[in-house]
């Protein structure tokens, strides 16, 4: 091939490592899996990098009518667990040569201005936590493919869910609240419209409903620190035999619940036992530290690309919710621990 001022081309690449340029477009297409070997994808990568070729990615995005762009929509990022989902996406995506465009629903929830003058042409596919899927109206997404997060399987919007295994988690908590020999429960509960808060609470109530002799408190709340606060306040100071631990949806609720404590004159552990949802860098920054559940953001971004990779190529997502852990710290104790 001549050198200079001349652009290498696919033709080159092939030349280079003995292959077809359908091979060449196979693998920069990332499409080669189950159809070159992977020796056969270095040897294209390896002559591609001495050669210095580059693939026109805008001419072959507009020849497959393909932008390699997908949209995370999320609630605003009032915490760091989104970011981490946007973070563990679009490490994914890179590697497959997607950019992904982030998407906050300025409200938390609920439907959000259209940020593209056409969605469908502006984007591949689209993948959406259930607590921000209204906003896909807004947008069109719900007409391209779609992967949801954090939503329910059973009449989903998209193609594929990707979900937490949030029931394990509320059992892991109902247990290690249970064995340490609490019997008054509060849930302090996310007042939010959302498919992952109603499966904690309906898992809690289950769990705690099925030991004789447990009670089981609600106050819904906005997930607000100083709104957690106020609800927290009012139903620990309310008449009768005062819980001795408190569920919460969330750090941020848990943070409240401290407040609403102190408020009170109660000490946590000692007076009350407190538990949290997410392991956000709040609960390790409150005194004592939060027991709570562990969610990866990033792995959960990751999952959520990996289904919208595979629908946009044809095929079947992993299936498998993914894990969590009960992280145990300092804020849970038996009730009357001195």
Same mark, same amino acid.
């Given at each position: 091939?001549?050198?200079?001022?001349?652009?290498?081309?696919?033709?080159?690449?092939?030349?280079?490592?003995?292959?077809?340029?359908?091979?060449?477009?196979?693998?920069?297409?990332?499409?080669?899996?189950?159809?070159?070997?992977?020796?056969?994808?270095?040897?294209?990568?390896?002559?591609?990098?001495?050669?210095?070729?580059?693939?026109? +990615? /805008?001419?072959?995005? =507009?020849?497959?009518?393909?932008?390699?762009?997908? !949209?995370?929509?999320?609630?605003? +990022?009032?915490?760091?667990?989104?970011?981490?989902?946007?973070?563990?996406?679009?490490?994914?995506?890179?590697?497959?040569?997607?950019?992904?465009?982030?998407?906050?629903?300025?409200?938390?929830?609920?439907?959000?201005?259209?940020?593209?003058?056409?969605?469908?042409?502006?984007?591949?596919?689209?993948?959406?936590?259930?607590?921000?899927?209204?906003? !896909?109206?807004?947008?069109?997404?719900?007409?391209?493919?779609?992967?949801?997060?954090?939503?329910?399987?059973?009449?989903?919007?998209?193609?594929?869910?990707?979900? &937490?295994?949030?029931?394990?988690?509320?059992?892991?908590?109902?247990?290690?609240?249970?064995? &340490?020999?609490?019997?008054?429960?509060?849930?302090?509960? /996310?007042?939010?419209?959302?498919?992952?808060?109603?499966?904690?609470?309906?898992?809690?109530?289950?769990?705690?409903?099925?030991?004789?002799?447990?009670?089981?408190?609600?106050?819904?709340?906005?997930?607000?620190?100083?709104?957690?606060?106020?609800?927290?306040?009012?139903? =620990?100071?309310?008449?009768?035999?005062?819980?001795?631990?408190?569920?919460?949806?969330?750090? =941020? &609720?848990?943070?409240?619940?401290?407040?609403?404590?102190?408020?009170?004159? !109660?000490?946590?552990?000692?007076?009350?036992?407190?538990?949290?949802?997410?392991?956000?860098?709040?609960?390790?920054?409150?005194?004592?530290?939060?027991?709570?559940?562990?969610?990866?953001?990033? +792995?959960?971004?990751?999952?959520?690309?990996?289904?919208?990779?595979?629908?946009?190529?044809?095929?079947?997502?992993?299936?498998?919710?993914?894990?969590?852990?009960?992280?145990?710290?300092?804020?849970?104790?038996?009730?009357?621990?001195?």
């Amino acid at each position: 091939m001549a050198r200079g001022s001349t652009r290498p081309t696919s033709r080159d690449v092939a030349q280079a490592a003995g292959v077809s340029q359908a091979a060449v477009s196979l693998v920069f297409g990332d499409k080669w899996r189950g159809r070159v070997s992977e020796a056969t994808a270095e040897r294209v990568r390896q002559a591609a990098l001495e050669l210095g070729y580059r693939p026109n +990615l /805008a001419a072959r995005n =507009l020849r497959l009518g393909s932008t390699r762009t997908v !949209l995370l929509v999320v609630p605003a +990022l009032t915490t760091e667990f989104f970011p981490g989902v946007y973070t563990g996406a679009a490490r994914v995506a890179a590697g497959h040569g997607f950019g992904v465009v982030l998407y906050p629903s300025p409200e938390g929830i609920g439907p959000a201005p259209d940020p593209f003058a056409s969605a469908r042409s502006a984007l591949d596919g689209v993948l959406a936590s259930s607590m921000a899927a209204d906003a !896909l109206t807004a947008i069109r997404g719900d007409q391209l493919p779609l992967v949801m997060l954090d939503s329910d399987p059973r009449g989903s919007l998209g193609a594929a869910t990707v979900n &937490l295994d949030i029931t394990d988690g509320m059992r892991q908590v109902a247990d290690h609240l249970l064995g &340490l020999g609490h019997r008054r429960f509060l849930h302090l509960a /996310a007042d939010v419209p959302s498919w992952t808060f109603e499966v904690r609470a309906r898992e809690l109530a289950a769990r705690l409903g099925a030991r004789p002799g447990t009670s089981l408190r609600t106050a819904p709340t906005p997930l607000s620190i100083e709104r957690a606060r106020t609800a927290a306040e009012a139903a =620990l100071g309310a008449p009768g035999p005062r819980p001795t631990a408190v569920v919460c949806d969330d750090d =941020l &609720l848990a943070a409240g619940t401290y407040k609403a404590a102190r408020r009170l004159g !109660l000490r946590i552990p000692d007076d009350l036992s407190v538990t949290g949802v997410d392991d956000l860098g709040i609960a390790t920054a409150i005194d004592p530290e939060l027991t709570t559940l562990r969610l990866d953001a990033e +792995l959960f971004g990751e999952r959520g690309m990996q289904a919208l990779l595979a629908v946009l190529d044809g095929r079947a997502p992993d299936a498998g919710d993914i894990p969590v852990e009960l992280v145990v710290r300092a804020s849970t104790a038996p009730p009357g621990a001195s």
